[in-house]
């Protein structure tokens, strides 16, 4: 098939170049210049393990293309995705300008009749707002639909390629099977592809990614609890995930989440069910349970050391996960900002998110080190923000060497804090007692 991908941040980027893979002629389009450059030298907007060398064989196999001009990327296209930024407006609410935008570039352009596809998480009722768009620019018929993504970053590709289920919305039968056809090389195990009304699609994202917050944010409550009445989390987290109903993703307690779906999906749903006089009274606690939780740890360095001004803090991670250098919405940031407040100097480590932290401009704030042990020298403690691999087995002596007072503040439980006593660290975690 001819798809175009319009938009080519993570979604966007990865949709294509996993269709290319598949065997579909695609063409990536979007209007930033530098970025398309970039592409078509094989330079990678993005940190996606995995992503790089399948964008470059699909290049050189010409499966998959980069361009800038959209009359020309609607007109060579059967399918198009629409997979554009949908920020939080400053009502919480999606903000579906660069969406409309695109709608009207297709309206503006087609010469045939089109299958056009909604991929970026969009609120209940785009699907109709996009085909209304279209209709006021041509008589020409077009078919949306609603294909949200369920994609985690540092796993996008995997996620694509093997996904465990596929959404499609739809009211036309016909469009229905032809989007069966483009997604069954990525279902051959047999996960299934649901086809549903385009309205139920929308919600079916809202609701997957509102839950899974969920679940983080009761988890992290529970662990503040532990803290009041002795009990430890880690336990108790065992205990509850091994029931089948339960599970054990998303209850490993923490600093917050980030990045930028479960912070901007949870407000976009909380404000459509504003706009409808129905308060989302779960939700709206998820929001306030995870803002505060990114703030948990700095009352216990307060604590700790009474009077912060001129301390140092060595802070470990600073992207929202692993294995991305995605810092929208990081627990990170507003740890920095709230250290800043009280006179401290920071020094930071990420393996990967360091040059998306100079473009934040946070260098002009903290300190970026290349290396994470660079990072202690001279701390007055360590702050770890994100659990990444590098950081699970250190060598725990060279901490102690480096820092001022052998003192840990771990935001993501990654020690042992039995462990960690016998080394001879103060360590403070998140809902586990001092053993």
Not at 79 to 85: D, L, M, Q, T
Not at 233 to 248: N, V
Request: charged share 30%; aromatic share 8%.
């Amino acid at each position: 098939m001819n798809i175009a991908v319009i938009g080519t941040g993570y979604v966007g980027l990865v949709a294509g170049t996993c269709f290319a893979e598949s065997g579909n002629n695609v063409i990536c389009m979007d209007n930033d210049k530098n970025k398309i450059d970039n592409l078509k030298n094989g330079i990678i907007p993005i940190y996606e393990p995995g992503l790089e060398p399948l964008i470059i064989r699909n290049v050189k196999n010409k499966n998959l293309h980069f361009s800038t001009d959209i009359k020309k990327t609607i007109k060579n296209s059967e399918i198009i995705f629409i997979a554009v930024g949908t920020p939080p407006d400053e009502d919480g609410s999606a903000d579906l300008s660069y969406v409309l935008e695109v709608a009207n570039s297709i309206g503006k352009y087609m010469e045939k009749p089109k299958i056009v596809v909604d991929k970026s998480t969009v609120p209940v009722g785009t699907a109709a707002l996009v085909k209304k768009t279209i209709q006021k620019q041509t008589d020409i018929p077009v078919q949306v639909v609603s294909n949200p993504e369920f994609l985690k970053e540092g796993a996008a590709v995997d996620d694509f390629m093997y996904p465990d289920r596929v959404v499609i919305g739809t009211s036309d039968p016909e469009v229905g099977e032809t989007m069966k056809k483009l997604y069954e090389p990525f279902v051959r195990t047999g996960n299934p592809i649901h086809i549903m009304d385009e309205i139920s699609a929308e919600m079916t994202k809202y609701a997957a990614n509102a839950l899974l917050a969920t679940k983080i944010s009761f988890i992290n409550e529970m662990a503040r609890l532990c803290e009041l009445v002795g009990a430890d989390i880690e336990s108790i987290r065992l205990g509850i995930g091994s029931d089948k109903r339960i599970g054990y993703s998303f209850i490993f307690p923490g600093v917050g989440y980030g990045g930028s779906c479960f912070p901007k999906d949870v407000k976009a749903i909380i404000k459509t069910a504003q706009k409808n006089n129905f308060p989302m009274r779960i939700l709206e606690s998820v929001e306030q349970v995870n803002e505060e939780q990114k703030k948990h740890l700095i009352p216990k360095i307060k604590n700790h050391f009474k009077n912060l001004k001129g301390k140092t803090v060595a802070i470990w991670g600073l992207s929202f996960k692993p294995k991305t250098d995605d810092m929208r919405e990081a627990p990170s940031r507003v740890m920095i900002k709230e250290l800043n407040k009280l006179g401290v100097k920071i020094q930071a480590h990420d393996p990967v998110a360091m040059e998306e932290a100079k473009r934040l401009q946070l260098d002009k704030k903290i300190t970026l080190c290349d290396d994470n042990y660079k990072a202690l020298k001279g701390a007055d403690c360590l702050v770890i923000v994100t659990e990444w691999l590098e950081y699970r087995k250190p060598d725990f002596d060279k901490i102690k060497k480096l820092l001022k007072h052998p003192v840990i503040f771990d935001g993501r439980n990654i020690y042992n804090p039995k462990n960690m006593k016998e080394l001879g660290f103060e360590y403070y975690c998140i809902g586990r007692p001092k053993k």
